[in-house]
């Protein structure tokens, strides 16, 4: 496939917008023994809607939160988890998150990379934002929700975390999707 860029050129904001897709914005590297990673940064005016996609792993199996940096209630978050513990008979959990200090946005189990693909729906624009989430290591699903409260700040940053245990490592990537 051939690109009407050169390779390492930089695209300005009007040269994004002639071409449709992701567009990548920053990887983040996540530590161990840290109890939550904050990605700076991460939304703009630039872009609409955004993906995040994360591989990390935790010290304890538990489930991930995510908060944006707009939501100043400590109870802003709605969310609702379906999931099934993949390798074992049974079916679906739904856990409900209603007016919580954080959306659900996945699962890890105690050493094994855990993975999510995350939509972020308008997180610049000053309203209600919305998500969704499909997630998987040992436990799999998939969830969604939105802010409590509508208007607000625009979000610039989005802080990741388990709900208890610390993470031991892993990696964050946000893409944001051109409107072109």
Do not use: H
Request: overall charge neutral; aromatic content about 14%; hydrophobic content about 40%.
């Amino acid at each position: 496939m051939t690109y009407p860029w050169a390779a390492g050129e930089v695209l300005t904001a009007a040269d994004l917008n002639n071409y449709a897709g992701l567009v990548f914005i920053k990887s983040q590297t996540v530590g161990s023994g840290v109890s939550s990673v904050t990605v700076t940064g991460a939304f703009s005016s630039t872009f609409d809607n955004y993906k995040i996609i994360y591989r990390i792993t935790t010290s304890v199996n538990v489930n991930m939160g995510l908060t944006i940096d707009g939501v100043t209630s400590a109870t802003g978050y709605d969310s609702k988890a379906f999931y099934s513990t993949v390798f074992a008979a049974g079916g679906f959990t739904a856990a409900l998150n209603a007016a919580g200090a954080f959306w659900t946005v996945g699962w890890s189990n105690a050493g094994e990379p855990a993975n999510a693909s995350i939509e972020i729906y308008q997180p610049y624009q000053n309203s209600r934002v919305r998500f969704s989430s499909q997630f998987s290591s040992y436990v799999a699903g998939v969830s969604n929700g939105a802010t409590v409260a509508t208007g607000g700040t625009q979000s610039t940053d989005f802080t990741l975390a388990p709900a208890s245990g610390t993470f031991t490592g892993g990696t964050i990537r946000v893409y944001g999707y051109n409107n072109g």
